[in-house]
């Protein structure tokens, strides 16, 4: 049996009863980080073997907890905080084990996307995680560019040394959606900023430093008013605005329906 145990993002109170007595059964615990890991143990009296599972060792140690778990050994698999495998490591090994036909037994728990999403005030109908976004500028934008009519609040886990820089290609690419940035969720210093994303960029800019754990959710797409701006006059704007003349193209066209290669030939007409 492989258990799949959610752990706390921070407050050690949210750990589940269940998850307690799990962690207190098993023959092995698998960690992100073992000494992590036994900070949590040994604040609930737990004494059981622990073993590392991070992202470098992952294929050989699945291979070895594989193993172990047709031997006949119960292992519980947890993260640092948090459910494993929601940006962390843990897919391959549940993979495996459900190739090689071992029962999995989730144990639901903490939740950061979930707990920043319910705090947000932005509507939880429908919603789209895309984990961490890419630490380089262009991967970064041409992420938020694919997601620009995504019918959905957008959530994305950030480091606080690029939240400003995220936060200027949100506005930049997405508008005036409504932006929250949860911080430190379950912790001393947790809080939830709200507004635009200028406006969310201000009061982070405005601190000697960010620190902490950062959710960022972006309301969703609205469709917009009709636009009969003529193609040439709605392209040069976006350049004026420092979007590359190609970019600014593709952007016009999404809005407007088109392919890029139908707004490219009439600018070609019309010039």
């Keep these: 049996m492989l258990y799949v145990v959610a ?12 998850a307690v007595r799990i962690l207190g059964e098993v023959d092995l615990i698998a960690c992100e980080d073992t000494r992590q890991t036994r900070k949590l143990l040994d604040h609930f009296g737990i004494q059981r073997p622990t073993i590392s599972y991070y992202e470098h060792n992952e294929v050989e140690r699945t291979e070895e907890l594989i193993s172990r778990l047709l031997s006949g050994t119960k292992i519980a698999l947890v993260s640092d905080a948090g459910t494993p495998l929601i940006s962390d490591p843990g897919y391959r090994l549940v993979h495996a084990v459900v190739e090689a036909g071992i029962r999995v037994e989730t144990i639901p728990g903490p939740s950061a996307t979930l707990a920043a999403l319910a705090g947000s005030g932005l509507p939880t109908d429908s919603f789209h995680f895309g984990g961490f976004l890419p630490p380089k500028a262009g991967q970064r934008e041409r992420v938020l560019e694919s997601l620009e009519e995504e019918q959905a609040t957008l959530i994305f886990y950030e480091a606080p040394h690029r939240i400003l820089e995220t936060l200027e290609a949100v506005e930049r690419i997405l508008g005036n959606r409504p932006v929250v940035v949860a911080r430190e969720l379950t912790k001393i210093h947790e809080e939830f900023l709200r507004g635009t994303a200028a406006q969310v ?24 008013p009709t636009d009969n701006t003529p193609l040439d006059a709605a392209v040069a704007a976006m350049v004026r605005d420092g979007v590359p003349r190609m970019d600014a193209i593709k952007r016009v066209a999404k809005r407007r329906g088109l392919s890029k290669r139908e707004v490219y030939e009439q600018l070609l007409r019309d010039k």
């Design 201 to 224: 960029r201000a009061t982070l800019a405005s601190r000697d430093s960010v620190k902490g754990e950062i959710v960022l959710l972006i309301g969703k797409a609205v469709d917009p």
């Design 7 to 18: 752990t706390p993002i921070g407050n050690l109170e949210d750990i589940t009863y269940r």
